[in-house]
Protein backbone atom coordinates (compact mmCIF):
# COMPACT_ATOMS: atom_id res chain seq x y z
CA UNK A 1 0.00 0.00 0.00
CA UNK A 2 2.93 2.30 0.65
CA UNK A 3 4.04 1.91 -2.46
CA UNK A 4 1.44 2.46 -4.00
CA UNK A 5 0.60 5.54 -2.44
CA UNK A 6 4.26 6.88 -3.01
CA UNK A 7 3.93 5.62 -6.75
CA UNK A 8 0.31 7.30 -7.27
CA UNK A 9 0.07 10.46 -5.92
CA UNK A 10 3.16 10.84 -4.70
CA UNK A 11 4.93 11.08 -8.18
CA UNK A 12 1.70 13.45 -9.37
CA UNK A 13 2.82 15.91 -6.58
CA UNK A 14 6.35 15.86 -7.91
CA UNK A 15 5.45 16.79 -11.80
CA UNK A 16 4.55 20.24 -12.79
CA UNK A 17 1.59 21.06 -14.31
CA UNK A 18 3.71 23.55 -16.29
CA UNK A 19 4.98 20.46 -18.47
CA UNK A 20 1.92 19.79 -19.92
CA UNK A 21 1.73 20.05 -23.67
CA UNK A 22 0.72 22.89 -25.34
CA UNK A 23 -2.07 21.83 -26.79
CA UNK A 24 -3.55 21.26 -23.12
CA UNK A 25 -3.02 24.69 -21.79
CA UNK A 26 -4.59 25.80 -25.30
CA UNK A 27 -7.89 24.52 -23.47
CA UNK A 28 -7.52 26.65 -20.47
CA UNK A 29 -8.64 30.00 -21.56
CA UNK A 30 -11.70 27.86 -23.03
CA UNK A 31 -12.37 25.94 -20.17
CA UNK A 32 -12.43 29.56 -17.99
CA UNK A 33 -14.90 31.02 -20.80
CA UNK A 34 -17.13 28.43 -20.30
CA UNK A 35 -16.92 27.84 -16.69
CA UNK A 36 -17.56 31.33 -15.81
CA UNK A 37 -20.81 31.47 -18.70
CA UNK A 38 -22.03 28.78 -17.67
CA UNK A 39 -21.59 29.61 -13.87
CA UNK A 40 -23.28 33.53 -13.99
CA UNK A 41 -25.95 32.50 -16.15
CA UNK A 42 -27.33 29.40 -13.91
CA UNK A 43 -26.74 31.78 -10.13
CA UNK A 44 -23.73 29.18 -9.16
CA UNK A 45 -21.56 32.09 -9.65
CA UNK A 46 -22.08 35.57 -8.47
CA UNK A 47 -20.23 38.78 -7.30
CA UNK A 48 -20.43 39.73 -3.53
CA UNK A 49 -18.20 40.77 -1.32
CA UNK A 50 -16.95 38.73 1.89
CA UNK A 51 -17.58 39.73 4.76
CA UNK A 52 -15.97 36.85 7.53
CA UNK A 53 -13.34 36.72 9.96
CA UNK A 54 -12.01 33.90 7.64
CA UNK A 55 -11.64 35.98 4.33
CA UNK A 56 -7.96 36.01 4.84
CA UNK A 57 -7.37 32.26 4.89
CA UNK A 58 -10.16 31.24 2.79
CA UNK A 59 -7.78 31.21 -0.44
CA UNK A 60 -5.72 28.90 1.32
CA UNK A 61 -8.34 26.72 2.50
CA UNK A 62 -10.68 26.56 -0.87
CA UNK A 63 -7.16 25.38 -2.62
CA UNK A 64 -5.76 22.94 0.39
CA UNK A 65 -9.38 20.65 0.70
CA UNK A 66 -11.09 20.61 -2.78
CA UNK A 67 -8.56 21.63 -5.16
CA UNK A 68 -5.46 19.73 -3.62
CA UNK A 69 -6.93 16.90 -0.89
CA UNK A 70 -10.30 15.76 -3.45
CA UNK A 71 -8.08 15.67 -6.35
CA UNK A 72 -5.26 13.96 -4.70
CA UNK A 73 -7.89 11.14 -3.05
CA UNK A 74 -10.25 10.94 -6.38
CA UNK A 75 -7.31 10.95 -9.17
CA UNK A 76 -4.37 10.73 -7.32
CA UNK A 77 -5.45 7.29 -5.29
CA UNK A 78 -8.36 5.87 -7.24
CA UNK A 79 -6.64 5.90 -11.11
CA UNK A 80 -3.86 3.67 -10.82
CA UNK A 81 -0.65 6.05 -12.29
CA UNK A 82 -0.34 3.19 -15.10
CA UNK A 83 -3.69 2.54 -15.35
CA UNK A 84 -3.46 3.20 -19.45
CA UNK A 85 -0.96 0.31 -19.84
CA UNK A 86 -3.48 -1.85 -18.60
CA UNK A 87 -5.90 -1.52 -21.87
CA UNK A 88 -8.54 0.41 -22.40
CA UNK A 89 -11.93 -1.36 -20.73
CA UNK A 90 -9.48 -1.16 -17.40
CA UNK A 91 -8.74 2.85 -18.20
CA UNK A 92 -12.75 3.61 -18.39
CA UNK A 93 -13.91 1.77 -15.68
CA UNK A 94 -10.71 3.12 -12.97
CA UNK A 95 -12.26 6.91 -14.40
CA UNK A 96 -15.60 5.50 -13.97
CA UNK A 97 -15.52 4.47 -10.55
CA UNK A 98 -13.19 7.34 -9.44
CA UNK A 99 -16.09 9.85 -11.01
CA UNK A 100 -18.98 8.03 -9.47
CA UNK A 101 -16.98 8.40 -5.96
CA UNK A 102 -16.45 11.81 -7.09
CA UNK A 103 -20.37 13.06 -7.51
CA UNK A 104 -21.56 10.70 -5.07
CA UNK A 105 -18.88 12.40 -2.38
CA UNK A 106 -20.21 16.22 -2.98
CA UNK A 107 -23.85 15.20 -1.30
CA UNK A 108 -22.26 13.12 1.23
CA UNK A 109 -20.19 15.88 2.53
CA UNK A 110 -22.60 18.00 2.80
CA UNK A 111 -25.02 15.87 4.19
CA UNK A 112 -22.84 14.10 6.95
CA UNK A 113 -19.98 16.55 7.46
CA UNK A 114 -20.79 20.42 5.94
CA UNK A 115 -24.69 21.59 6.61
CA UNK A 116 -23.99 24.85 4.73
CA UNK A 117 -22.75 22.97 1.62
CA UNK A 118 -26.36 21.37 1.21
CA UNK A 119 -28.50 24.26 -0.93
CA UNK A 120 -25.16 23.89 -3.45
CA UNK A 121 -25.45 19.73 -3.79
CA UNK A 122 -28.90 18.90 -2.59
CA UNK A 123 -31.19 21.90 -3.89
CA UNK A 124 -33.11 21.80 -6.93
Do not use: C, Q
Not at 42 to 66: H, N, Q, R
Not at 96 to 114: M, R
Amino acid sequence: MRKYLLNNPGKSLRVSPFNAPYKAWALVPFFILLSAAVGFTSGLLKYELIDSKMTAILPFTLFVFPALLEELFFRGVLIPRNVVDSGRKKTFKAIGLSTLAFVLWHPANALLLNGSAIPLFLDS
